[in-house]
């Protein structure tokens, strides 16, 4: 097995150079790094943690904590944080902190003080005060995903103007009797982004002149919550609305599988959009407004790079775009039909 | 803040009792933990990671390595992993290895040579002979969750007998035409269970007399995956079976929305059976083996810290039961009602 001095010699490059190229710590060329890499498994050399530690001073190591690990966005996010990581060689230490938990007490009060890792990277997370204060103290890089954005680097969506194109395309085709549907009805698992998803919604609403038709039905984030949901707000029809806003596809497709139990067809019955473009999307026939969570994930591992390489490099907030998608799950209220099927049934 | 002695001294044990309660290497009771992490936090102290491996000769992190983070099976097992391994203290670093991906070639080739972690818990991998030879010369404990299970401690349901299961209770209602959907068609995220479980399959079919019947369609392991092979199988009436195991419940559920969609009734045209009891099973009715992978985790973490606390355990293979839940997506086959249907349309 070769020493990093061999790797450098037969990459024809320095030795700090090699160093840098197989520990990710520092700027190299895509080129040169491949050529370092080649050289090194050629010659059989793996960088010993303790050595890379010693160079750097970094644990070559990040932690994610996210407070679901079975929802479609964060399985997203976490593979696009583990595909950049990995290119860099970096460990990913994953951190379970569903709210209220233990584990995410355990997370805050006794792993971030371990400062195990180079830096964080928080996925859909709102901390608590105390919560906040351990991050601070913490005194490494953060990286908000999808969540709070207060004075870190962060990415996401615009999530109020995301609900706003989303409940727009609903007015703009004619509906006003239009419910929000999603929320955790105990409030815990209600995210950052979800709370200003439901703003975009009211503003859009009152901006069209339908404020009294505002309605957030609370549910599960999830499919089954939807569906939950949507079989009681769909079961009345004297006060079914006519389109649903999902704060995420999940719960759109959930309100989808409950419309179709109850023999409501979409889009002629009820139209509904949704936010992500999930990978049911489609076989929903679906219409979201698209964001691309792997490409969020990669992108705060990009912003977590920089603050490590040049801790006074300013904070960045990045607002991924979500256009809208639209598939067969949205039409045009048509009047005379509705008044039809309230007569006919 | 206080030293171990400190916390050893409020909690009323001895230094060594205290820091094995703290870093979870080595046996203590759960009364003695709790009242030592008590001592702990309320003297501030934290065991620093450095302090810890001089002690114990140990990194206090566990290896995760799993093909995929956006299937249900594996989401689970990772919280489960994840929650056992909080409450011992222990870092979870995640490494995802699609097959034939760059990523898994990094994780076999470098972070296992690396040996940042103190064994690893392989989720749903079947490793190449290349793999398995890098796995061995890595020289830790492995545990293996529903996956190959060569020579290392192992978890996972019976998947060649809950597939019987599955397949005998179709017979049972005098199903005949039975196929079994399910399996990547490159080949590529058949799993070592899934593999079994075409084999369960197969045997019951066999034995009771339906060799000529039997049929894989494959198709991607998710709902949209079960979906798409099962609009394709079911849209010709005159080679339609009339009842399908699902090798998960992700395609059973995708077969089902499929059926839906051609307007065929499910009991009544077709039976539907699959394995997982996933959280959207309820919500479609699903009839489906039982697994509970969230403990499966936990089972894994158990047997792991086992083999790290005595290297001379014997290696141990559990199996989980999987009972059959029935719901309403099977019944028993009509043979004039399918007979009217079949002259009717």
């Known amino acids: 097995m070769g020493g990093i001095a061999d790797v450098a010699r037969a990459a024809s490059v320095s030795k700090s150079t090699a160093s840098r190229a197989l520990t990710g710590a520092g700027y190299v060329s895509d080129e040169t790094r491949a050529r370092v890499r080649a050289a090194a498994e050629a010659l059989g050399y793996v960088a010993t943690t303790s050595a890379v530690s010693l160079v750097t001073g970094r644990t070559q190591t990040i932690g994610v904590v996210m407070p679901a690990l079975d929802r ?4 997203q996010v976490l593979e696009g944080i583990q595909d ?49 204060e351990r991050l601070v103290s913490f005194g ?17 969506i615009d999530d109020a103007a995301a609900a706003r194109i989303a409940t727009e395309h609903l007015l ?3 509906h006003r009797s239009i419910a929000f549907l999603g929320g955790d009805p105990d409030g ?53 609305p006519t389109a649903l806003v999902g704060v995420c596809d999940e719960v759109a497709v ?36 698209q964001q691309k969570p792997h490409q969020q994930g ?3 591992v990009q912003l977590l790079m920089w603050q490590l390489d040049d801790p006074a490099a300013p904070t960045h907030r990045i607002y991924e775009a979500s256009p809208l998608i639209v598939r067969n799950s949205t039409a045009a209220i048509d009047d005379d039909a509705s008044a039809i099927v309230g007569v006919g049934r």
């Not at 290119?87 to 007490?105: I, K, M, N, T």
């Not at 982004?193 to 901006?207: N, V």
């Open 72 to 75: 479609w966005f964060f399985a």
């Open 84 to 132: 950049a990581l990995l290119e860099r060689r970096y460990d990913l230490a994953l951190y379970g902190a569903q709210p209220g938990s233990d584990a995410r007490r355990e997370m805050f009060e006794h792993f971030l003080a371990r400062k195990r890792f180079d830096g964080l990277i928080a996925v859909g997370i709102e901390p608590s005060a105390r919560e906040l």
């Open 140 to 156: 490494k890089p953060v990286v908000s995903v999808g969540g709070y954005d207060v004075g870190t680097n962060a990415v996401s």
């Open 172 to 174: 703009g085709l004619g």
């Open 188 to 240: 815990h698992r209600t995210s950052f982004g979800d709370a200003h998803r439901l703003e975009g919604y009211i503003d859009a609403m009152r901006d069209a002149g339908c404020a009294a038709s505002i309605q957030q039905v609370r549910s599960a984030v999830t499919v089954p919550g939807g569906y939950g949901a949507a079989v009681e707000l769909l079961g009345d029809r004297r006060t079914r």
């Open 254 to 289: 959930g309100a989808i599988i409950a419309a179709r139990r109850l023999g409501i067809r979409v889009p002629e019955g009820l139209s509904v959009v949704g936010i992500d473009d999930h990978a049911y999307a489609e076989m929903f026939s679906l219409t979201t407004l």
């Open 298 to 300: 990669r992108a705060a």
